[in-house]
């Protein structure tokens, strides 16, 4: 549909507002509201944590009586069930609001519909697909998530100019990337749930995966680190799984490789680590069983971080939604060294172009960023 000059400003500012609860409200969705009359806004909300008041109730609540007979522009249709707070449509339908106008509806199998056939039932307009596809995008996490159960991949390298993504062996400085790259990293390091990393990459750099250069969210702490480790090589005494009692480490294995190793499996274990199986795939562990059992303990936005190996698989199968890239303005030099994406044994990535592609300066570095597929 094409939006009123009205309808695309007066959703706009609710997607704005929406976006404040980006980081703090997931697993919920971020939705932001405003009531207008006469032309004029007249109240505004938005969701602002998890378990806390919805958008529509903060922006009717600043309303007041200016609410009846007026307008809501929503960015997500409105509840109609019980959740951690009541349904937002018995406040919107108290309020006396005329009309009700929503971006996109609900995915949300409770919802899905019901809360828009809840107010016109109760004799409201509703309009919805104003700047429907701004919406979905704002959201794409809760969409992902809702719709195929598994959370919003991001995969983030750095490498050089040249394409190779390792420092020179006994570099004074570890890293590829500037340190301003670093913290915009961090940045989104602290958006997510969890910083997957593969056992090469943990075998090779003991990162610590942590959010550091930035400080953390206040309603959400360090993302959990997850390891890929099929074998079971890691060492209990390196980073990060020596610090998983500070900030958690959920280790992906076999079955197979825990009756093999018993005794390197209780020590992760004792030293806090959390080992979960998953079935075994061509290169390690199913990245698919992987990202749905992420999916299942609440998780809506990841941040792969490596290596060319994990990399290869993850985009192999189609699993990435979107990708950060930060260039260097190095050479490598090094012709044996690996690239971004390794492809042993004759696996192929299926052709895909970048969405949505945008370049930007970082420090010194150029970032790449774009979207891959549907979400
Ligand atoms: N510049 C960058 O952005 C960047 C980022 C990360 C790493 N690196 C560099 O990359 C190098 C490590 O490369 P790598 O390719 O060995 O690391 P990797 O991709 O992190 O690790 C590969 C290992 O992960 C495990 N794995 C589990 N499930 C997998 C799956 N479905 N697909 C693929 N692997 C899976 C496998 O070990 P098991 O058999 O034990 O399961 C596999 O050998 C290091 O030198 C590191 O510095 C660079």
Redesign the pocket.
Known sequence: MKPSTHDRKFMTRAMELAARGLGQVEPNPMVGAVVVRGGRIVGEGWHGRFGGPHAEVGALQEAGPLARGARLYVSLEPCCHWGKTPPCTDAVIAAGIRHVVAAVTDPFQEVAGKGLAALRAAGIKTTVGVLEEEARRLNAAYFKRMLTGLPLVIA????TLDGR???PTGSKDPW??SEESRRRVHEVRRLVDAVI?????????HPQLTVRHVPTLPERGQPVRVV???????DPSEEPMRSARQVPVLI??TAA?VKRRRSRAARLRKTGCELANVVA???????RE?LADLGRRGMSRVLV??????????LAEGLADRVMI?IAPTLAGRTGD?G?V?LPGGRKIAPASILDMTFEPSGPDLLVQGRLGEF
């Open positions: 983030k390298w750095a490498m993504v390792t420092a590829i990337s990393v593969g056992a090469g990459t943990v075998l090779a750099d890929l480790d099929a074998q079971l090589r890691v992906y294995t490789a795939a061509k290169d390690g562990v199913s990245l992987v971080e490596g290596g060319p190996h994990v990399f290869g698989s993850l930060f690996p971004p390794a």
